[in-house]
C-alpha cells in the first residue's frame, strides 16, 4: 500500500444522526399523536432540537440531522398553534 492509499484516508468517517435530533423528530411526533393535549411535550421537542441542532453546528463532520431538527421545531409549533385555536376557552 502507497502514503496515498492508507484506510484513513481512503474513506471519511461516516456521518451518523445526532442523538437529539432524532429525539426531537420522534417527540414531536408522539405531540402530533396526542393532538397539543400534552404542552410539555411540544416544548420538549423543541428544547431536544435547539439542543440537536447545537450538537451538530460543534461537529458537522460528526453528526448530521438538521432537517429532523427544524421538521420537529415545526411541527411543535404547529401542534401548539392547533391546539390552542380547537381548545375551548378557560373564560366560557
Not at 435530533?21 to 417527540?27: C, L, N, S, Y
Not at 420538549?44 to 435547539?50: F, G, P, T
Amino acid at each position: 500500500m502507497s502514503d496515498a492509499e492508507t484506510p484513513a484516508e481512503s474513506h471519511p468517517p461516516r456521518k451518523r444522526y445526532a442523538g437529539f435530533a432524532v429525539a426531537a423528530i420522534i417527540t414531536a411526533f408522539v405531540a402530533l399523536f396526542f393532538e397539543g393535549r400534552l404542552p410539555p411535550l411540544n416544548i420538549a421537542a423543541a428544547v431536544l432540537a435547539l439542543i440537536g441542532l447545537r450538537q451538530i453546528r460543534r461537529d458537522p463532520l460528526r453528526y448530521k440531522g438538521r432537517a429532523f431538527c427544524w421538521l420537529a421545531v415545526a411541527l411543535a409549533i404547529i401542534v401548539a398553534t392547533l391546539a390552542a385555536l380547537v381548545e375551548p376557552s378557560l373564560a366560557t
